[in-house]
């Protein structure tokens, strides 16, 4: 079953990220290392390297593979990079960046699910990814600045506190909109308060909640 599943992920890999016009050699070979079958329930680990967004637990979803590779992508991310990740569900998407950046700091408001993905992310090694449990709006000032911030969810607009833990130069990705209407987004940030955003085409998430308590804690 393991081969079977080790052929699926590059096939993904080609069919869904290459043949798609993400070509950089980094983020290639992440997705095929990180194996997204562990990622989703049993029951729907035949269908983990499908086209589409799978269901988890909490009423969350894991992103389609093309859309994690595109927003990481779109992120630049380099193998020196300190990266925040918002909404981390699962922890595929931070599993995945974790074999490019030196270090992950990931954040998810639903407890259950963190419980789940550290697990995961330790049955797999992955000791540079770093997963907490609290309100993703807030980002994690106290590992600030960060190369890179991914947030996959969507909020009607990007949160200040995340545009200001960014280094110069930096670069935030995440879909802004309601529930019936959303865009992703880049921003870069070319200054202390200067922010260039670019718009990069419709995608749909699941809402960017918040941890009720507003508090951060580990999990």
Same mark, same amino acid.
């Given at each position: 079953?393991?081969?079977?599943?080790?052929?699926?992920?590059?096939?993904?890999?080609?069919?869904?990220?290459?043949?798609?016009?993400?070509?950089?050699?980094?983020?290639?070979?992440?997705?095929?290392?990180?194996?997204?079958?562990?990622?989703?329930?049993?029951?729907?680990?035949?269908?983990?390297?499908?086209?589409?967004?799978?269901?988890?637990?909490?009423?969350?979803?894991?992103?389609?593979?093309?859309?994690?590779?595109?927003?990481?992508?779109?992120?630049?991310?380099?193998?020196?990079?300190?990266?925040? &990740?918002?909404? /981390? =569900?699962? #922890? @595929?998407?931070?599993?995945? *960046? $974790?074999?490019?950046?030196? !270090?992950?700091?990931?954040?998810?408001?639903?407890?259950?699910?963190?419980?789940?993905?550290? &697990?995961?992310? /330790? =049955?797999? #090694? @992955?000791?540079?990814?770093? *997963? $907490?449990?609290?309100?993703? !709006?807030?980002?994690?000032?106290?590992?600030?600045?960060?190369?890179?911030?991914?947030?996959?969810?969507?909020?009607?607009?990007?949160?200040?506190?995340?545009?200001?833990?960014?280094?110069?130069?930096? !670069?935030?990705?995440?879909?802004?909109?309601?529930?019936?209407?959303?865009?992703?987004?880049?921003?870069?940030?070319?200054?202390?308060?200067?922010?260039?955003?670019?718009?990069?085409?419709?995608?749909?998430?699941?809402?960017?909640?918040?941890?009720?308590?507003?508090?951060?804690?580990?999990?």
């Amino acid at each position: 079953m393991e081969a079977t599943f080790e052929a699926a992920r590059k096939r993904m890999v080609e069919e869904q990220i290459l043949r798609r016009g993400i070509g950089a050699e980094r983020v290639l070979a992440a997705f095929v290392e990180v194996p997204r079958e562990l990622f989703v329930s049993a029951d729907l680990r035949e269908n983990a390297y499908e086209d589409r967004a799978l269901p988890i637990a909490s009423g969350q979803t894991i992103s389609q593979p093309y859309v994690v590779a595109a927003m990481i992508d779109t992120a630049d991310i380099g193998p020196g990079d300190t990266v925040l &990740e918002v909404g /981390a =569900g699962s #922890g @595929y998407a931070a599993a995945v *960046i $974790s074999r490019i950046a030196a !270090r992950v700091i990931a954040i998810e408001c639903e407890a259950s699910l963190v419980a789940m993905a550290k &697990e995961r992310l /330790a =049955g797999l #090694g @992955y000791t540079n990814v770093e *997963i $907490s449990c609290g309100d993703g !709006r807030l980002g994690s000032p106290r590992d600030a600045p960060f190369d890179s911030i991914l947030v996959s969810a969507a909020a009607p607009a990007v949160p200040e506190a995340l545009k200001q833990q960014l280094v110069i130069g930096g !670069r935030l990705v995440m879909p802004v909109g309601d529930i019936a209407s959303q865009t992703m987004v880049l921003i870069v940030r070319c200054a202390t308060d200067q922010f260039i955003q670019t718009r990069l085409g419709p995608v749909r998430f699941v809402p960017l909640l918040q941890r009720e308590s507003g508090a951060q804690t580990s999990a």
